[in-house]
């Protein structure tokens, strides 16, 4: 079952236009969530993201914070979910060609929800293959990293470059050849003990497993590099590894044909753990207060 403008239809009855300013441009923003034991993990920071992501096209959402959480909670409801991904999607709407926003009266607003396929335990064993790709990551004066946009046509081309490559992520550089990060992950590494990974000001999205984990990070007293890094210091890094939403911490096993030493490393465990108390005491927290 689908949410779409106000209304739970079957997934076969979830149509948009056409004349979607989504469709036709990429016009539109989303969040993707995770639901631990029918919990939303940090539902109100990807929430404010949305608004954020929302204020930075001039998109005006039409629902409160309040009000999105009730439909999504419909959602879950509808879907008998319990673990699950659930996307939302707001794009401009419908309206006749042309880029002016104005065309499109009312936003299209959807929530889909889908049960969480757990990635194969031997990604989280022996780690994934990574590729540095060619494709740049959008110059932020282009198209801030920060909007989290329906327009992922950078990100698609950087994947199709990974997937050539046999890889399962592609590592985006910046337009002055930093890393910045994968098509849709954070990028860390570990160098003699020290937690690195690229700065917001290297055009990235923030994600907000990667801000979980720099807190993880700091409570476990190691030492966090935000910075700029060259493509160099990943491939010789004694760990790496990629973050979201859906995969947390996911270890590397290979940076395009380098290995890397340390696969799953110690620091990159220790996180892995950290993390996934940090998911239990919030589901305890969240029935808690539903009690
Ligand atoms: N970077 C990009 C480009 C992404 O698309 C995503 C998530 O989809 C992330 C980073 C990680 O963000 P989060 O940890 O909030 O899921």
Redo the contacts with the bound molecule.
């Keep these: 079952m689908i949410y779409l403008n106000n209304r739970i239809v079957p997934k076969s009855r979830a149509r948009v236009s056409v004349y979607d300013h989504g469709f036709l441009y990429g016009d539109g923003i989303y969040e993707?969530l995770r639901v631990y034991q029918g919990t939303v993990f940090h539902l109100d920071e990807?929430i404010a993201?949305l608004f954020r992501s929302a204020a930075m096209i001039q998109l005006t959402i039409p629902k409160t914070h309040e009000a999105i959480k009730r439909a999504l909670s419909k959602t879950l409801k509808a879907n008998r979910h319990k673990d699950a991904v659930v996307r939302i999607t707001i794009s401009r709407g419908e309206g006749p060609t042309g880029l002016d926003p104005a065309l499109c009266p009312s936003p299209t607003f959807v929530i889909m929800s889908h049960a969480f396929k757990p990635y194969p335990a031997k990604h989280y064993q022996q780690g994934v293959k990574i590729a540095i790709v060619r494709t740049r990551r959008n110059y932020n004066g282009a198209l801030n990293?920060q909007i989290?946009s329906l327009n992922f046509l950078n990100?698609v081309l950087a994947r199709i470059e990974a997937k050539k490559e046999g890889a399962l992520e592609g590592i985006m550089l910046n337009y002055r050849s930093f890393i910045a990060?994968?098509?849709?992950?954070?990028v860390f590494f570990v160098r003699d003990g020290v937690l690195c990974t690229p700065s917001v000001n290297a055009g990235?999205?923030d994600?907000?497993?990667?801000g979980l984990l720099v807190e993880c990070a700091k409570e476990l007293r190691l030492t966090v590099r935000e910075g700029m890094f060259r493509k160099d210091a990943l491939m010789s890094a004694d760990e790496v590894f990629i973050?979201?939403?859906?995969m947390e911490v996911m270890p590397v096993s290979s940076v395009n044909d380098t290995k890397i030493s340390s696969r799953p490393g110690s620091i990159t465990k220790k996180l892995r753990r950290a993390y996934r108390k940090k998911v239990n005491a919030y589901i305890k927290k969240a029935e808690r207060s539903n009690e």
């Design positions: 993707t990807h993201r990293a989290k990100n990060e994968g098509t849709v992950s954070n990235i999205l994600g907000i497993t990667r973050s979201n939403t859906t």
